[in-house]
């Protein structure tokens, strides 16, 4: 996903771009709105952190640009992409490096598991919706 705080800034091509020029390809791709129930819901695993309340309220508080993207080794691929959570300890280079504001507004989201990746997806996507 690109978060509220990078679409918001205006950097949905330049992020999509770093994606695809690192060998992705984008499966399914879609603007859309998290209402704070469906946001709640994509991240009910964080329920019991103290960050939580925050994390939805952001996570609905904009436009997000949610997608599948596809790849030999996608899921740790992807997170060496986009950097570590803090962008003032991700690497150079790295989408959170180059478009995030800070721990919380940290431009994207990536799955942490094939497992999890599926799952997300299914949250995001119907199956017609997938290319």
Known sequence: MIKPDAVAGGHIGAILHQ????????????????SKESAGRFYAVHKSRPFYGELV???????????????????????K??????????EPETIRAKFAKNVGENAVHGSDS????????????????MH
């Open 19 to 34: 994606i695809t020029d690192a060998g992705f390809r984008i499966v399914a791709l879609k603007l859309t709105r998290l």
């Open 81 to 90: 992409l986009i950097g570590a959570t803090d962008p003032a300890k991700a």
């Open 57 to 79: 309220d952001f996570m609905s508080s904009g436009a997000i640009v949610a997608a599948i993207l596809e790849k030999e080794n996608a899921v740790e691929d992807f997170r």
């Open 114 to 129: 094939d497992e999890n990746a599926i799952i997300e997806s299914n949250f995001h996507f119907a199956g017609v919706e």
